[in-house]
């Protein structure tokens, strides 16, 4: 079942949207106009915005994550979005955002660009859940051969900080896995993921 909360992408494309002369100013190197775009637009479409955006677009989220993903000091923040019972509202969001570095923030606001551009113009793209559920589950048995304690730490349920540390580590690595994964089968994990969080993606069926 859906996270209730907005989808995390949703409420990023809206802060992006919200935050665009800022964002112009910091990045210098990027020309960012967004101010044909209405956030409360974006925030209205919620799911409609992932699933119109391309297979590249979204794909360009993937990268942002998985660089962000292969630091220790900016995968904490990362994990704690996608934890299956993660709040995905807009403070969640920016307190995320704000323990990034300059350089993974001009990342992930150009990928969320991108997505929100395209999801906004662009035609509903083909998505099938089960197909994205089955790529993850696949990673994740790679995973499991590749890194000792991966099924342990995606299986960790408790709310202390070494359970955390552990579903972080087995995030990080699964992660990884997709990395090396054809371009469209990395969307379909990343749209799941972005809706779903880590739910199920350990679990029989």
């Given at each position: 079942m859906s996270n209730p909360n907005l989808p995390v992408l949703s409420v990023a494309c809206a802060l992006i949207l919200c935050a665009a002369p800022a964002l112009s100013a910091s990045a210098q190197r990027y020309e960012i106009d967004l101010s044909q775009f209405d956030p409360a637009t974006?925030?209205?479409?919620?799911?409609?915005?992932?699933?119109r955006a391309p297979d590249p677009a979204i794909d360009r989220l993937f990268k942002a994550v998985h660089a962000s993903a292969r630091s220790?000091?900016?995968?904490?923040?990362?994990?704690?979005?996608?934890?299956?019972?993660?709040?995905?509202?807009?403070?969640?969001?920016?307190?995320?955002?704000?323990?990034l570095g300059d350089a993974s923030r001009e990342r992930f606001a150009l990928a969320?660009?991108?997505?929100?551009?395209?999801?906004?113009?662009?035609?509903?793209?083909?998505?099938?859940?089960?197909?994205?559920?089955?790529?993850?589950?696949?990673?994740?048995?790679?995973?499991?051969?590749?890194?000792?304690?991966?099924?342990?730490g995606l299986a960790s349920e408790g709310a202390d900080e070494a359970s955390r540390q552990a579903r972080c580590r087995?995030?990080?690595?699964?992660?990884?896995?997709?990395?090396?994964?054809?371009?469209?089968?990395?969307?379909?994990?990343?749209?799941?993921?972005?809706?779903?969080?880590?739910?199920?993606?350990?679990?029989?069926?």
């Amino acid at each position: 079942m859906s996270n209730p909360n907005l989808p995390v992408l949703s409420v990023a494309c809206a802060l992006i949207l919200c935050a665009a002369p800022a964002l112009s100013a910091s990045a210098q190197r990027y020309e960012i106009d967004l101010s044909q775009f209405d956030p409360a637009t974006v925030l209205s479409l919620g799911d409609e915005v992932l699933l119109r955006a391309p297979d590249p677009a979204i794909d360009r989220l993937f990268k942002a994550v998985h660089a962000s993903a292969r630091s220790d000091t900016e995968s904490a923040a990362l994990c704690a979005l996608f934890e299956p019972d993660a709040a995905r509202d807009v403070a969640a969001f920016q307190r995320a955002v704000d323990r990034l570095g300059d350089a993974s923030r001009e990342r992930f606001a150009l990928a969320f660009t991108d997505i929100a551009v395209a999801g906004l113009q662009g035609q509903p793209q083909h998505y099938d859940p089960a197909h994205a559920r089955q790529v993850l589950k696949s990673a994740a048995v790679s995973a499991t051969f590749l890194h000792d304690g991966f099924m342990l730490g995606l299986a960790s349920e408790g709310a202390d900080e070494a359970s955390r540390q552990a579903r972080c580590r087995s995030f990080r690595w699964l992660v990884g896995v997709l990395d090396g994964l054809p371009q469209p089968d990395r969307a379909a994990a990343t749209r799941w993921l972005l809706r779903e969080g880590l739910t199920l993606v350990g679990s029989e069926g």
